[in-house]
């Protein structure tokens, strides 16, 4: 064991449903038991995504309240177990994404092949329980405790408030595309210009692609995905041709969209012989219903992706060192955590609000 134990965890705790409206209260809250696989961080920036407001309201299944969500947390070690293996030390800025353990047992079907993401013992880094039954808390805190098989060096070129929505914003992006062939010699859509979109297509082009289409519902954020790498928009609500227009022309759809009056079966048509329309965005209700032959006559397949391995956040890091990708952030203070989320809930990120706590993050983590 490595690093001191003076510190107590506090955070922001949602309480009910109505958490999203600004009611997160400040508290205290017992990590999970220590083991000598795990690392305390102290937590300098933590972004916040969608899931968060989705998790606070209760909105995919009960929640375990009181909650404190957050899993986009970079920070400092300060206590290393003597079993981690990745080389960390105390005082290392480490990033922790969407997932803190999973059984990582040679047997393990997806553990042994390097999908621990899709391990049936995953725990999520809120919102979970480990398997001693202790719950799972977030990083809208001052300290975080995980399962050190994931958690990661932050790369010294990237900004702590750069790096923390990658480690589940851009990982969400990043698996899919390139587990379903994004690279040379394809044509990639984008749905949705958002958090998690605006990073799509910045990794769609920095993977190769012949072309990454931003596909929205109106022509306001043209400018911002062009600018980002696009090379053509669609605007949905503006075009009523737009799904003939550009009929059979994309390989791979990675969808964003978490509404389920989302126009799915048109975003079909786009597609080329045997195209791919990957779901990562999950909204509360149900996806749209669609006609079976939408797939079976041009042989396509409907699939979905959930975040992405500890091997392919390495991968994502050091792509977007190489390529030079950023997330568009706007920083807010981690004591305004309850406005910034009713912000966030209203539509008014762009691209993603990362918390900083001020206490801890000093001028050179900034």
């Not at 390989?251 to 597609?271: A, G």
């Amino acid at each position: 064991m490595a690093g001191t134990t003076d510190y107590e965890f506090q955070g922001w705790l949602g309480l009910d449903k109505s958490a999203t409206e600004g009611k997160m209260q400040w508290g205290s809250f017992e990590p999970k038991k220590w083991e000598e696989t795990d690392i305390d961080i102290k937590v300098t920036h933590c972004g916040i995504c969608g899931s968060d407001l989705h998790t606070l309201r209760s909105g995919w299944g009960p929640t375990r309240y009181p909650c404190c969500v957050g899993h986009e947390i970079v920070g400092t070690a300060v206590r290393v177990g003597s079993q981690v293996k990745k080389g960390i030390k105390v005082g290392d800025r480490v990033g922790v994404g969407a997932q803190s353990a999973a059984c990582l047992k040679a047997d393990c079907e997806q553990c042994s092949i390097g999908q621990e993401n899709y391990c049936p013992l995953k725990v999520d880094t809120y919102n979970s329980l480990y398997r001693d039954g202790s719950k799972s808390y977030g990083g809208y805190a001052n300290y975080h405790r995980t399962m050190g098989h994931f958690a990661f060096k932050i790369p010294d070129a990237l900004r702590s408030e750069d790096a923390a929505p990658m480690l589940c914003g851009g990982l969400t992006m990043y698996s899919p595309l390139k587990n379903n062939g994004a690279g040379p010699g394809k044509k990639v859509g984008i749905v949705g210009v958002g958090g998690l979109g605006h990073m799509g297509v910045q990794f769609a082009k920095a993977l190769g692609c012949d072309k990454v289409v931003a596909i929205s519902r109106t022509s306001g954020k043209k400018a911002d995905a062009l600018h980002l790498g696009a090379d053509d928009f669609i605007a949905t609500d503006e075009d009523k041709n737009w799904s003939k227009k550009h009929s059979s022309t994309l390989d791979l759809i990675v969808s964003t969209v978490s509404s389920p009056s989302m126009p799915l079966s048109r975003y079909f048509h786009l597609l080329r012989t045997h195209g791919q329309l990957i779901q990562v965005g999950a909204p509360d209700d149900k996806i749209p219903a669609f006609n079976v032959f939408s797939l079976v006559m041009k042989g396509l397949k409907l699939g979905g992706s959930s975040i992405g391995s500890p091997k392919e956040i390495e991968e994502m890091l050091d792509l977007a060192v190489k390529k030079n990708i950023r997330p568009w952030v706007q920083v807010r203070p981690m004591k305004d955590a309850n406005q910034v989320i009713q912000d966030m809930e209203e539509g008014q990120a762009r691209y993603r609000y990362v918390l900083v706590n001020e206490k801890h993050a000093t001028p050179a983590k900034l």
